[in-house]
C-alpha cells in the first residue's frame, strides 16, 4: 500500500521559510497530480498548490510565496515556503488530488509574529 510521509515542518518567525517534504512509499512516477494541502485548527483542509503535467497551481493566498517541485527519482514532492505569515500555521499534507491515498500523519507549520 502506498504511504506518504510529510516532514520538513517547524516554529518559524513571520517572513522566515521553511521547505517540506513529503515522500511517497511507492513510485509517484505514474501519478500525475499531486498536492499539497493543509488544515488549520478549526477549519477545514484546504488545497495549497498542485503540480500536475508540470503545470502548478496555487491557492491566491500563497502565490508568489510558495513553489512546489517534484523529484520522481527520488519519489517525492516539495513545497518551498517562503515569507510566511501567521496564517499559514497549520498541518499540512500531501496526496493526489482526486481518488486520495491514505492520508499521512502530516507535519506541523507554525509561524509566530
Known amino acids: 500500500q502506498v504511504q506518504l510521509v510529510e516532514s520538513g515542518g517547524g516554529l518559524v518567525q513571520a517572513g522566515g521559510s521553511l521547505r517540506l517534504s513529503c515522500v511517497v512509499s511507492?513510485?509517484?512516477?505514474?501519478?500525475?497530480?499531486l498536492g499539497w494541502y493543509r488544515q488549520a485548527p478549526g477549519k477545514q483542509r484546504e488545497l495549497v498548490g498542485s503540480?500536475?503535467?508540470?503545470?502548478?497551481n496555487y491557492l491566491d493566498s500563497v502565490k508568489g510565496r510558495f513553489t512546489i517541485s517534484r523529484d520522481n527519482a527520488k519519489n517525492t514532492v516539495y513545497l518551498q515556503m517562503n515569507s510566511l505569515q501567521p496564517e499559514d500555521t497549520a498541518v499540512y499534507y500531501c496526496?493526489?488530488?482526486?481518488?486520495?491515498?491514505?492520508w499521512g500523519q502530516g507535519t506541523q507549520v507554525t509561524v509566530s509574529l
Open positions: 511507492g513510485s509517484i512516477f505514474m501519478i500525475n497530480g
Open positions: 503540480i500536475s503535467g508540470g503545470i502548478t
Open positions: 496526496n493526489r488530488l482526486q481518488y486520495y491515498l491514505p
